[in-house]
């Protein structure tokens, strides 16, 4: 399975901005955006003319490296959310934030997406019940995910509850004492506060 394996902090500072991909050093002084807020390269520091293109790729890369999705994906969530019904964009976001290793780092039982996406690959979540063990996942309406019960103690569930301090978002309530998870209802746009312009992301596919 293709995946990204270079360095997190390059991609943020490419970004501009902070993408929160490696958990709680995104918060200290030693987040390499904070030391280097500049692009990488030997050109990162040069100016560059932001033509409309250009913001429009930008957005995109954003989006796809927040969500931890590869070009080929990305797109075959575009072309999904482009045949249902509404807003092309907002439908988009709404299939990216349903994907189980979002889900599970919305909950805070994981520091990152990344680490999501890892604890959801060694079998640890089940989704009413059943065993899942693929990140891109899809949970929908009155989902139950839970932590496998020999899982809970493991030295990563530990430190994420002892650790969280973010807002879980309106669509999920999370159940502590019984590591659980419940989707009342797929997430709306206005809920979502991923910093993405996705009418931006909607002009690049759809030229």
């Not at 904070?34 to 990162?44: L, S």
């Not at 250009?54 to 959310?81: D, H, T």
């Not at 439908?91 to 990152?112: C, H, K, M, Q, W």
Request: charge should be positive; glycine fraction near 8%; include cysteine.
């Amino acid at each position: 399975m293709a995946r990204y394996t270079g360095p997190d902090c390059k991609r943020c500072r490419r970004e501009k901005m902070k993408l929160f991909l490696k958990g709680s050093k995104c918060e200290t002084a030693k987040c390499p955006i904070e030391i280097r807020p500049y692009p990488p390269g030997e050109h990162g520091r040069g100016r560059t003319k932001d033509s409309e293109y250009l913001l429009q790729m930008r957005e995109k890369q954003k989006c796809a490296r927040i969500y931890g999705v590869l070009e080929k994906q990305f797109r075959g969530y575009y072309e999904e959310a482009n045949r249902k019904a509404g807003k092309t964009g907002e439908n988009l976001l709404r299939i990216l934030e349903t994907r189980l290793d979002n889900v599970v780092y919305r909950a805070g039982f994981a520091p990152s997406r990344d680490a999501a996406r890892q604890l959801v690959r060694h079998g640890h979540l089940t989704v009413n019940g059943h065993k899942v063990d693929i990140p891109s996942f899809r949970v929908s309406e009155n989902d139950i995910i839970e932590v496998r019960g020999k899982s809970r103690e493991l030295t990563p569930f530990i430190i994420a509850r002892e650790t969280f301090s973010g807002t879980v978002p309106a669509w999920l309530e999370v159940i502590s004492g019984a590591s659980r998870i419940l989707v009342h209802t797929l997430p709306a746009r206005q809920i979502i506060d991923t910093p993405v312009q996705e009418q931006l992301i909607v002009e690049l596919y759809s030229k």
